[in-house]
């Protein structure tokens, strides 16, 4: 059974760094490697994602701030997170899409920005 583990939430303060990592195990086929986003009342959002072509693509609010990348020998994604907002602040979860567009969920790590 596929698993994604996501790693390296925590309290930073306005302006600080954070790398989240997701560990991926027994999932085959990945296409598509994710990061989404929820915070407080609010509906869960796309932050990045990075095909296996190499491309990305990344929310408007993230991008210049946010990097997202692969480690394909260690099966894991990362998202190295600079210049941090209280915005920022939310539940964070990795995503593996499949090219038999099958979907996987982390757990999610909470991620909180304080001014």
């Known amino acids: 059974q596929g698993q994604l583990v996501e790693s390296g939430g925590g309290l930073v303060q306005t302006g600080g760094s954070l790398r989240l990592s997701c560990a991926a195990s027994g999932i085959i086929f990945v296409n598509t490697m994710g990061w989404y986003r929820q915070a407080p009342g609010k509906q869960r959002e796309l932050v990045a994602t990075?095909?296996?072509?190499?491309?990305?693509n990344y929310a408007d609010s993230v991008k210049g701030r946010f990097t997202i990348s692969r480690d394909n020998a260690k099966n894991t994604a990362y998202l190295q997170m600079n210049s941090l907002k209280p915005e920022d602040t939310a539940v964070y979860y990795c995503?593996?899409?499949?090219?038999?567009?099958?979907?996987?969920w982390g757990k999610g790590t909470l991620v909180t920005v304080s001014s």
């Open positions: 995503n593996a899409h499949t090219v038999f567009a099958v979907d996987y």
């Open positions: 990075l095909n296996n072509a190499g491309s990305t």
